[in-house]
């Protein structure tokens, strides 16, 4: 199995030694920081609320967040199990103007979704229901990907979305949500039918093309943690028995690198629907490139072994073309990497490319590359282009649609708290390199405290109706954090 996201996931020989994304021991818990006593707890029996304060025998099982590093221990965290507890939560954190945060999967990877005081925690609004014949899936918002896989699979479907098995459907789904299969059929969002949000005013509203469709634009794209709490989604899903999965591997030279590069990003976006890639870059040490390019085809694998000729015929692998066809659910683990919830300390920055990078632009990212320690740092390129293209990017709050290449993702992982200052420079010194080549636009899922305009950066030209849902659902802004959608467009 390999996850899209490990530093280490190329081959062995290529990557010597692990940079430290394995789960080392968990960390003591930082002590919540000191703020004023709580008011009287909500009367919610425990069938709704699992109330944890630290001094419970539960509360650690519930603290672990994705990020170490932005991990942080609450005063109080509600874990909701019904609907209704989350409307009663949110009425009381805001009749006593209490600062809060709302979690799902916590990969949040600047820890929006932590807080020191009240976190409304939807990991209790779990259940799953599909409806083979309609094609729907049903979903609780505190559901994980590799849940909702498992439902699907057990009736022969299937849904498009990340690799990584932990996360939340939540955040993942109202950000975008790329996976796998989006380029044969779409973001994660262009599959939401209706969603139930909790509103500032603790209302309870159905979501649709049809009721409420502002507030259901917002939701699809948009980004989590600005207009209230989604407490369930109903998903459209596909059949779909089994996918190609394929990778291979080289290390190269800068020169040679910046070559296979460039023949890859000829062809990922544009290549046939039924592929979607990922082309990894890392320091292989001594001043070379591993370069491993990883996918999934709902094609015929004559179709991808004729296409991966593109990349194939150009250098000698280090670890040849691996291609298997295998079930969705072992598609999915092929990719899924553990299991177990794993928290680590990570930085990540993002790029959208939304024209092709020019020859210097390819040379200045293999020459920032090459000298960082081996595992310091890996780029994760996402190809768009098919389904994503198909959908006007103004049908939605996601604004990359047509005419966007891929998605660069500056990733670094690590297991100890000292090596956090190596590693985020690391990633901010790639990330510079590119600046003279870039325009600014990020994905917000991939969210980044250090952008200086977040807002356009994340939504682009879609930013200005955004906040005019905002102003609607949320004037006085209840629901924010570092990156929320803000009330008023930024001064010009």
Same mark, same amino acid.
């Given at each position: 199995?390999?996850?899209?996201?490990?530093?280490?996931?190329?081959?062995?020989?290529?990557?010597?030694?692990?940079?430290?994304?394995?789960? &080392?021991?968990?960390?003591?818990?930082? !002590?919540?920081?000191?703020?004023?006593? +709580?008011?009287?707890?909500?009367? +919610?029996?425990?069938?709704?609320?699992?109330?944890?304060?630290?001094?419970?025998?539960?509360?650690?099982?519930?603290?672990?967040? %994705?990020?170490?590093?932005?991990?942080?221990? !609450?005063?109080?965290?509600?874990?909701?199990?019904?609907?209704?507890?989350?409307?009663?939560?949110?009425?009381?954190?805001?009749?006593?103007?209490?600062?809060?945060?709302?979690?799902?999967?916590?990969?949040?990877?600047?820890?929006?979704?932590?807080?020191?005081?009240?976190?409304?925690?939807?990991?209790?609004?779990?259940? #799953?229901?599909?409806?083979?014949? &309609?094609?729907?899936?049903?979903?609780?918002?505190?559901?994980? +990907?590799?849940?909702?896989?498992? *439902?699907?699979?057990?009736?022969?479907?299937?849904?498009?979305?990340?690799?990584?098995?932990?996360?939340? #459907?939540?955040?993942?789904?109202?950000?975008?949500?790329?996976?796998?299969?989006?380029?044969?059929?779409?973001?994660?969002?262009?599959?939401?039918?209706?969603?139930?949000?909790?509103?500032?005013?603790?209302?309870?509203?159905?979501?649709?093309?049809?009721?409420?469709?502002?507030?259901?634009?917002?939701?699809? $794209?948009? $980004?989590?943690?600005?207009?209230?709490?989604?407490?369930?989604?109903?998903?459209?899903?596909?059949?779909?028995?089994? %996918?190609?999965?394929?990778?291979?591997?080289?290390?190269?030279?800068?020169?040679?690198?910046?070559?296979?590069?460039?023949?890859?990003?000829?062809?990922?976006?544009? &290549? !046939?629907?039924?592929?979607?890639? #990922?082309?990894?870059?890392?320091?292989?040490?001594?001043?070379? #490139?591993?370069?491993?390019?990883?996918?999934?085809?709902? $094609?015929?694998?004559?179709?991808?072994?004729?296409?991966?000729?593109?990349?194939?015929?150009?250098?000698?692998?280090?670890?040849?073309?691996?291609?298997?066809?295998?079930?969705?659910?072992?598609?999915?683990?092929?990719?899924?990497?553990? +299991?177990?919830?794993?928290?680590?300390?990570?930085?990540?920055?993002?790029?959208?490319?939304?024209?092709?990078?020019?020859?210097?632009?390819?040379?200045?990212?293999?020459?920032?590359?090459?000298?960082?320690?081996?595992?310091?740092?890996?780029?994760?390129?996402?190809?768009?282009?098919?389904?994503?293209?198909?959908?006007?990017?103004?049908?939605?709050?996601?604004?990359?649609?047509?005419?966007?290449? =891929?998605?660069?993702?500056?990733?670094?992982?690590?297991?100890?708290?000292?090596?956090?200052?190596?590693?985020?420079?690391?990633?901010?010194?790639? =990330? *510079?390199?590119?600046?003279?080549?870039?325009?600014?636009?990020?994905?917000?899922?991939?969210?980044?405290?250090?952008? !200086?305009?977040? *807002?356009?950066?994340?939504?682009?030209?879609?930013?200005?109706?955004?906040?005019?849902?905002?102003?609607?659902?949320?004037?006085?802004?209840?629901?924010?954090?570092?990156?929320?959608?803000?009330?008023?467009?930024?001064?010009?």
């Amino acid at each position: 199995m390999e996850h899209p996201l490990r530093v280490d996931e190329f081959d062995a020989s290529e990557m010597p030694s692990s940079v430290g994304v394995e789960p &080392a021991a968990a960390a003591p818990p930082p !002590p919540a920081a000191a703020s004023a006593p +709580l008011p009287p707890l909500p009367n +919610l029996p425990a069938t709704d609320v699992l109330f944890l304060k630290p001094s419970d025998a539960h509360y650690a099982d519930y603290l672990p967040a %994705a990020n170490r590093r932005t991990q942080l221990s !609450p005063s109080l965290r509600a874990v909701c199990k019904t609907e209704h507890a989350v409307a009663v939560m949110v009425d009381w954190v805001r009749t006593n103007n209490l600062k809060f945060a709302v979690r799902c999967g916590g990969h949040s990877y600047e820890g929006f979704s932590q807080s020191v005081d009240v976190v409304i925690d939807v990991r209790g609004l779990s259940t #799953i229901s599909v409806d083979k014949t &309609a094609g729907l899936v049903t979903a609780g918002s505190g559901v994980s +990907l590799y849940h909702l896989y498992q *439902a699907l699979a057990a009736q022969g479907l299937a849904l498009q979305a990340g690799s990584c098995p932990t996360v939340g #459907i939540s955040g993942h789904l109202t950000g975008g949500g790329h996976g796998l299969l989006a380029r044969s059929h779409g973001l994660t969002c262009d599959s939401l039918q209706q969603v139930t949000v909790i509103d500032s005013q603790a209302r309870t509203l159905q979501a649709s093309a049809t009721s409420e469709p502002d507030l259901y634009w917002a939701c699809r $794209g948009g $980004g989590g943690g600005s207009f209230g709490v989604a407490t369930q989604f109903v998903i459209r899903a596909f059949p779909l028995q089994t %996918a190609l999965v394929f990778g291979v591997s080289w290390t190269l030279s800068q020169a040679h690198a910046a070559r296979m590069f460039a023949a890859w990003q000829a062809w990922a976006p544009n &290549a !046939p629907s039924t592929i979607t890639s #990922i082309m990894k870059v890392g320091p292989a040490g001594n001043g070379l #490139i591993t370069m491993r390019c990883i996918g999934q085809s709902v $094609g015929t694998e004559t179709e991808l072994r004729n296409q991966l000729q593109t990349l194939t015929t150009l250098a000698t692998a280090s670890r040849p073309l691996s291609v298997q066809s295998l079930s969705f659910l072992n598609a999915v683990l092929h990719f899924a990497g553990p +299991l177990d919830y794993e928290s680590v300390y990570m930085k990540a920055k993002s790029d959208y490319v939304l024209t092709p990078l020019d020859t210097a632009g390819i040379s200045d990212m293999m020459a920032a590359v090459a000298p960082i320690p081996v595992g310091g740092v890996v780029l994760l390129c996402d190809s768009y282009g098919g389904k994503i293209a198909d959908v006007a990017a103004d049908a939605t709050a996601f604004p990359r649609r047509a005419g966007t290449q =891929y998605c660069i993702q500056y990733y670094s992982s690590w297991t100890r708290a000292a090596d956090t200052p190596v590693h985020v420079a690391q990633v901010a010194k790639v =990330y *510079a390199a590119m600046r003279p080549h870039l325009p600014g636009a990020s994905y917000v899922n991939y969210c980044d405290l250090d952008l !200086p305009d977040y *807002a356009t950066a994340y939504w682009g030209s879609n930013l200005g109706r955004l906040v005019a849902v905002k102003q609607e659902y949320d004037p006085d802004n209840l629901f924010h954090h570092a990156q929320s959608v803000p009330v008023s467009l930024p001064a010009a």
